[in-house]
């Protein structure tokens, strides 16, 4: 429910607080006083459209601050946690509008787009009145509200999941058609391609690992002849490694005569000899480790040229052909078994189909149903609203082919307002005042259900007698029963059966400032207002004790 609206600085208001109960509410004042003004306002901070006129004259930004108390379970709570905002507490919605047209919007105090806003404002508040019965004005609404209250909405969702699954199964269908389609269309150079990368058979990285093998042997033939070379210095027919073995054992044998001269030279004689021993064994490990076929170079060059040709050929990188092979394949597969699963896909959207429509049968069957058990929870309530020569229809066309998200169904909500006359689209049909009577009888039918937590009704009563303000009273206090109603009215009938009464006055605030003023009444008060709408201006005790008797009647009909 609406616990409370701020407004600064809109049009005549200039600072306005206020605070709402529960049940019925209603503002009353003269024509002028600024009962459109505190709507509009509201209408902005739920979303509406922002307007520079509407910052009052002087100021630089106007605000309005909308405070709402909902259930925890209330859908509103999720939407919030969807766009990551606070939501486990009061939901404050306010929107700043500047002088120069520009609006900021911001939920729970944190800045949100005016789309948002208008998404939360909407599942919070209703606002009805004769130029703005939204919910008889788009048959989208009508079958949502035929769903709700039949308690349809789950058989809804299940259609839409049914509906999901054909559209799949079709696409499917018709991507595979048009995959064999294309396939045919280039048959013989796919099978070309095909059996050309076949007998190619790349592999992922292949590439690379044939690049750094070329490399590696060109790199090992430039220095395969040094090394070969090399060795055959160390250990041919002119290797100095005999020499000076022999050499070696001869000072050996001869140390012992000369020690002093030949102990080191040996020494270090006989340690070259082994780094010369241990360079030959080196030179024929590098050999060994080199050696390789010119054969495979060659190979290895064809290959890596072979794979680099298909890549220009077929327009993609090396690595992308195995994978390019694969998808022709599966193409020709396609094309080869295409008709079997052609024919397995065509089945499958056959039962997808088959059961979309048994479950939209069902559901439009039981729409019918409650449609006629919302007629008849609607007639029933326009004679006393008197309407008892109209007639409430509930337009319901069937496409079994349309296979829509909720069903095969358009619903749309009709009107006869008179015998004899042609029924139509009811806000066709229907004049202004008419509309709002029948949203009131539709709305009472419905209670609680498909309904925002607050309702909002703007003049509803206008045009009508004692009698049918007596019924609107009586409606709009049953409907304050199971959700928040707040209703702008001249009917002193309706003013009586409200638990909150706000009058609205325009008065001078300074010299050459005129504002608009809102003030809560006390049943003194309340008695005195309702007399002024009974009797005008002067306030006769006739009216006062009118007056008295509509409170009193609204008293002993609340104890009962």
Not at 451 to 468: H, Q
Request: charged share 30%; hydrophobic share 40%.
């Amino acid at each position: 429910m609406l616990v409370s609206l701020s407004i600064r600085d809109i049009v005549l208001i200039d600072r306005l607080d206020l605070q709402f109960a529960e049940g019925m509410s209603v503002l009353t004042g003269e024509t002028g006083a600024g009962k459109s003004i505190l709507l509009d306002s509201l209408s902005l901070a739920l979303g509406g459209r922002g307007d520079a006129g509407l910052v009052r004259h002087g100021e630089k930004q106007a605000q309005v601050t909308a405070v709402f108390d909902v259930p925890m379970a209330h859908p509103v709570r999720e939407l919030l946690r969807e766009n990551d905002l606070e939501s486990d507490s009061d939901i404050i919605l306010r929107r700043v509008q500047a002088a120069d047209g520009r609006t900021r919007a911001f939920l729970n105090d944190a800045p949100v787009s005016a789309g948002l806003m208008r998404q939360v404002g909407s599942s919070l508040v209703e606002v009805h009145g004769q130029h703005d019965d939204r919910a008889l004005v788009e048959p989208e609404s009508h079958r949502q509200i035929l769903d709700s209250f039949g308690g349809l909405e789950a058989l809804c969702a299940k259609t839409g999941t049914a509906a999901r699954a054909v559209k799949t199964a079709e696409k499917t269908l018709k991507d595979h058609v048009a995959r064999i389609e294309e396939a045919r269309r280039e048959a013989d150079y796919l099978r070309a391609s095909a059996d050309e990368l076949a007998t190619l058979n790349p592999h992922e990285g292949e590439e690379e690992a044939l690049a750094i093998r070329r490399q590696d042997m060109m790199q090992v033939e430039k220095i395969a002849g040094d090394l070969r070379d090399a060795y055959d210095t160390l250990d041919g027919q002119t290797s100095p490694i005999p020499e000076l073995s022999s050499l070696l054992r001869r000072l050996e044998r001869k140390v012992d005569q000369a020690p002093n001269y030949l102990t080191s030279v040996v020494e270090n004689l006989g340690s070259a000899l082994d780094q010369l021993e241990e360079a030959r064994g080196g030179l024929e490990q590098a050999l060994r480790e080199t050696d390789f076929d010119r054969g495979e170079l060659e190979a290895t060059e064809e290959r890596l040229f072979a794979l680099r040709a298909a890549s220009r050929k077929f327009s993609v990188p090396v690595d992308e052909l195995p994978r390019l092979r694969e998808a022709m394949e599966t193409d020709l597969a396609d094309l080869d078994a295409g008709e079997d699963k052609l024919q397995a896909l065509e089945k499958a959207v056959v039962e997808a189909r088959a059961a979309y429509d048994k479950i939209a049968a069902d559901l439009s069957k039981k729409r019918e149903k409650a449609a006629r058990l919302l007629e008849k929870a609607v007639h029933e309530e326009l004679p006393a609203l008197k309407l008892e020569r109209a007639r409430f229809i509930i337009n319901q066309d069937s496409d079994p082919e349309a296979r829509g998200l909720e069903g095969i169904d358009t619903i749309e909500f009709w009107a006869q307002t008179n015998p004899g006359t042609r029924p139509g689209p009811m806000f066709k049909v229907a004049s202004g005042g008419e509309l709002s009577r029948f949203l009131l009888a539709l709305k009472v039918s419905l209670a609680d259900k498909g309904s925002a937590p607050t309702l909002v009704f703007d003049e509803i009563d206008t045009g009508v007698g004692g009698a049918v303000a007596e019924a609107i009273g009586v409606r709009l206090a049953r409907l304050a029963s199971t959700v928040q109603v707040l209703t702008v009215t001249h009917a002193p009938q309706v003013a009586a059966r409200a638990n909150g009464h706000f009058l609205i006055q325009k008065g001078e605030v300074a010299k050459d400032t005129i504002a608009t003023r809102v003030n809560e009444l006390g049943d003194a008060e309340r008695r005195e207002e309702i007399a002024r709408m009974l009797s005008g201006s002067s306030i006769t005790e006739e009216a006062r004790a009118a007056a008295d008797r509509l409170m009193a009647m609204n008293v002993s009909e609340t104890l009962v």
